[in-house]
Each structure stands twice: as structure tokens, then as C-alpha cells.
């Protein structure tokens, strides 16, 4: 596997992984914000209940599920434990709310095979009347799945792209490597280490390929001084084989001389103690 490919695989792996976890960071965030927003227009229509009672006892439709929208709204007078008129049932937890003596509080309920988001809240003045105001949650929940899948499908695509460019990217970066590499493998087939080594720039691989073109140079250089010496020293050594043949035997008969001075100097020798014989008395009487 090459370098361009390590990096990219590992830009896609670091980019994969960034992703992954702003994804699981943002969904749930984006469904809690979808769920305040969806609560907060249910208190806004619940805040209008009163407006909104009046039209409905001139219609006669106090007690019924009224819709506004993708909103629906509900009063009932003297709410008691129980079935409601078209949609859940009354509990004794909204009973309370209704008389006052428990907070408004959100909840989810199924209806006719639909999740509500409901709001319950007392008519405000009024004990015993209770207000219910419902959207279904599936508006929060679609589009949140909505969302899940927009990230399910950016997530890999953004870190495939990112591999890509990441690949293009390095492939520029690591050019000077290429080169670099390339001589090296002629050199090394070649034996040549005048090669040249183009290493523009002053980044950290422009001086690698600067270092190694100066170690080279010193090579050739080392190289070159072996290979003048070795000429020399052959130089050296065949130059007496090709001298005249006069030479050995003037050698020779210099070499000779010594020899018969020393043997002319032995016979006046023998010369001088004979005479120094004939002087001695014994002969003198004779």
C-alpha cells in the first residue's frame, strides 16, 4: 500500500470519525429542539383558550376536540375521571391540574393509532375546567428522521470525498518523495551517484533530498579519489617492469667489485707477514 493511500485512509478514517460524533451529538439535539418548539406553540394556543372559548360556546362545541391547524384543542368543564368526548380519557392527574392543585405538565398519548403530544393546563380563572391542547408528535418525529437519514448518508460520503482530496492533496506533497525515490533506484541499478537530485523548496522533504543529494556528492567524491589512487599505485607498480636489460647487469658488476679488492688486499697480506719472517733471529744465524 502506498503513502498517498495510508493518508487518504486515514484523512477518511479522522473525518468518519469527527462526523460520527457531531452526528450523534446533533440528532438528538436537533429532536429535543423539535419537541421544545412543537411544546411551545401548544402553551401559545393554550394561552389563548379564552378567546377561543368564547367562539367555541357560540358554536356549541365547548367540550369537543377542536382543530387549529395541525393543532388540536379540547376544554371540559367539571372534568372528572374518565372517557372524553373524542379523544383519551380524563386521569386523575389531570383532574388535579384542572382543580389546581397540580402543575400544567406535557405528556404523550396514543389515539387512534396516533402519538399526541399533549399539553393539559386549568382554564385559567376557572377551577374544575380543564384544557388540552395536542398536535401528534409524528410532525417532531418525521422530521427528525428526516434528519437521521440526511446524516446516515453525509456522514460516509463527506469522509469518501475527504479520502479523495486527501489522496489528490498527497499526491502533490509527497512529489519530491517520488523523485527522491526514483533516484535512488537509479543510482542503485546505475551504480551512478552524479545522478542529479531536484529538490526545490526549504520544507522538511526539500531538505531531506538536500541532505541525501550532499551524501551522494561526498560518495562520488570518495568514490573518485579510491579510484585515482588504485590508478596511481597500478601506475606505480608497472613502471620497473619496462626498464632496459643493462640495468641488472651494471648492478652485477658493480656488485663484483668489492669483491676483488678485498682479495688484492689479502695477498699484500700474506706478502708482509712473510717478510717480517725472514727478519726474525733464527733465520738471521742461519
Known amino acids: 500500500m502506498s503513502l498517498r493511500t495510508r493518508v487518504a ?59 387549529f391547524g395541525s393543532t388540536q384543542l379540547q376544554i371540559l368543564p367539571d372534568a372528572t375521571v374518565g372517557p372524553a368526548n373524542g379523544f383519551v380519557g380524563v386521569t386523575g392527574h389531570d383532574v388535579q391540574v384542572a382543580y389546581g392543585n397540580a402543575k400544567p405538565y406535557f405528556h404523550d398519548e396514543t389515539y387512534g393509532n396516533v402519538v399526541y403530544r399533549i399539553y393539559t393546563v386549568q382554564f385559567p380563572g376557572q377551577p374544575g375546567v380543564l384544557v388540552r391542547v395536542a398536535r401528534p408528535a409524528s410532525d417532531a418525529t418525521s422530521t427528525q428522521a428526516a434528519l437521521g437519514w ?34 535512488v533506484e537509479r543510482i542503485r541499478a546505475t551504480g551512478d551517484l552524479s545522478a542529479p537530485i531536484e529538490t526545490p523548496g526549504q520544507d522538511e522533504i526539500s531538505r531531506l533530498g538536500q541532505a541525501f543529494a550532499a551524501m551522494t556528492a561526498a560518495l562520488d ?66
Open 150 to 183: 440526511l446524516l446516515a448518508a453525509l456522514v460516509p460520503a463527506a469522509a469518501i470525498g475527504a479520502a479523495v482530496l486527501a489522496r489528490l492533496a498527497a499526491g502533490r506533497v509527497l512529489r519530491p518523495v517520488g523523485r527522491l525515490t526514483e533516484t
Open 9 to 67: 485512509i486515514a484523512v477518511g478514517a479522522v473525518v468518519f470519525g469527527a462526523l460520527a460524533v457531531v452526528a450523534a451529538v446533533v440528532y438528538p439535539a436537533v429532536g429535543a429542539n423539535l419537541r421544545g418548539q412543537d411544546d411551545d406553540s401548544l402553551v401559545q394556543v393554550a394561552d389563548n383558550a379564552q378567546a377561543i372559548a368564547a367562539k367555541l360556546k357560540q358554536a356549541h362545541t365547548v367540550g369537543q376536540l377542536v382543530p
Open 221 to 286: 567524491e570518495s568514490a573518485g579519489a579510491q579510484r585515482r589512487l588504485v590508478a596511481d599505485a597500478s601506475h606505480e607498480l608497472r613502471t620497473p617492469a619496462h626498464q632496459p636489460d643493462h640495468q641488472p647487469r651494471t648492478a652485477r658488476r658493480a656488485a663484483g667489485r668489492p669483491q676483488r679488492a678485498g682479495a688484492g688486499r689479502g695477498r699484500a697480506g700474506r706478502g708482509r707477514r712473510a717478510a717480517r719472517a725472514d727478519q726474525r733471529p733464527g733465520r738471521a744465524r742461519a
